[in-house]
């Protein structure tokens, strides 16, 4: 029996290893992502870049009346408007037209928003409500409230009541859609976990519902009190006896320009100011929400 000899393999040489470089490069062919950083703008810079339209076009109406491109029997100077201000302030007139329209719209306001509410919540939060009063009331609100004026003044005659209850019927159908909007689409499974402890229904809207719903009712709120300014003008053409469209008419009849000038602004103001109220309301209920715009 002979003897074999193995011969060993020589052992592989050993590499280096070679070190991690600080930064490595990214794979050929991907994208580095870059994050777009939210720039900090202050309030007042805001508040000028907001303030360029309004500006501008205030200036281009001057220009054009002071060139002559605007007659007076077409649109007053915003110097005859200013002076009409003046007058309309002195004499009394404005701040009663003032008093007197927001009261019929404040009240309209507050009867619709009630109603569009309590609407809301009865047709998005139980099936039956939801049966009986939901195609009725979509039936209802594409009806133009416009149309209604003659059937107003038919029932109610030309009092104040005719005016406020056209105001509130416009503004219902908006408070009515985004609240039954929100109510539906409240998470279900908190609402189930909430009445396995033996929480009762009306406890669950006040509690849960209307809280998750709410970014839906400021939206209705916003829309509803920018109506109430809209079917105000409409409701004013009632043979209003006092008010900014008993200014407006009346202004028509002398063919004042400058006084329905006036008018017309001031009911771009008080849409403006609802507007904004809405929005400083959103800011205080829901603190966490950001500006619309603000990461652009």
């Known amino acids: 029996m002979s003897d074999t000899t193995t011969t060993a393999a ?3 040489p050993v590499r280096p ?7 490595e490069a990214p794979p050929t062919g991907l994208v580095v992502p870059r994050p777009q950083l939210r720039r900090a703008r202050g309030r007042g810079y805001a508040l000028a870049v907001r303030t360029i339209g309004p ?27 200013l002076r009409a201000v003046g007058e309309l302030w002195s004499n009394g007139q404005l701040p009663d037209a003032l008093t007197t329209s927001l009261t019929r719209s404040g009240l309209g306001l507050l009867i619709g928003l009630a109603a569009g509410l309590t609407l809301g919540i009865t047709t998005g939060f139980t099936r039956l409500g939801d049966e009986l ?12 409230f416009l149309s209604l004026v003659p059937l107003f ?21 908006p408070m009515y859609v985004s609240t039954s909007s929100g109510v539906r689409n409240t998470d279900p499974k908190l609402i189930e976990a909430m009445r396995s402890f033996g929480m ?13 719903a709410l970014p839906s009712l400021l939206a209705g709120l916003r829309l509803s009190t920018t109506l109430s300014v809209i079917a105000l003008i409409a409701a004013e053409e009632i043979n209003a006896t006092a008010g900014i469209g008993y200014l ?13 000038a006036v008018c017309i602004l001031v009911y771009g103001l008080l849409g403006l100011a609802a507007d904004i109220l809405v929005r400083l309301l959103e800011r205080v209920l829901m603190p966490w929400r950001t500006p619309q715009g603000a990461a652009r």
Do not use: C, H
């Not at 501008?56 to 007659?71: C, D, I, K, N, Q």
């Not at 009063?133 to 133009?144: E, H, M």
């Not at 009762?200 to 509690?207: K, P, Q, T």
């Not at 028509?252 to 329905?260: G, N, P, V």
């Open 153 to 173: 003044m038919v029932w109610f005659g030309i009092n104040e009541t005719a005016k406020v209850l056209l105001i509130a019927v416009a503004t219902t159908f």
């Open 200 to 212: 009762g229904r009306f406890a669950l809207v006040r509690e849960v519902v209307l809280p998750g």
């Open 133 to 144: 009063l939901d195609s009725s009331l979509q039936t209802l609100r594409t009806i133009p």
């Open 17 to 23: 290893r070679a070190e991690p470089s600080a930064v």
């Open 10 to 12: 020589p052992p592989a």
């Open 248 to 260: 407006m008419s009346q202004a028509q009849s002398y063919a004042r320009t400058d006084i329905l």
């Open 55 to 81: 500006v501008a076009l205030l200036a281009l109406w001057w220009v054009a009346s002071a060139t002559g491109l605007l007659t007076p029997d077409v649109l007053a100077s915003p110097t005859e408007v």
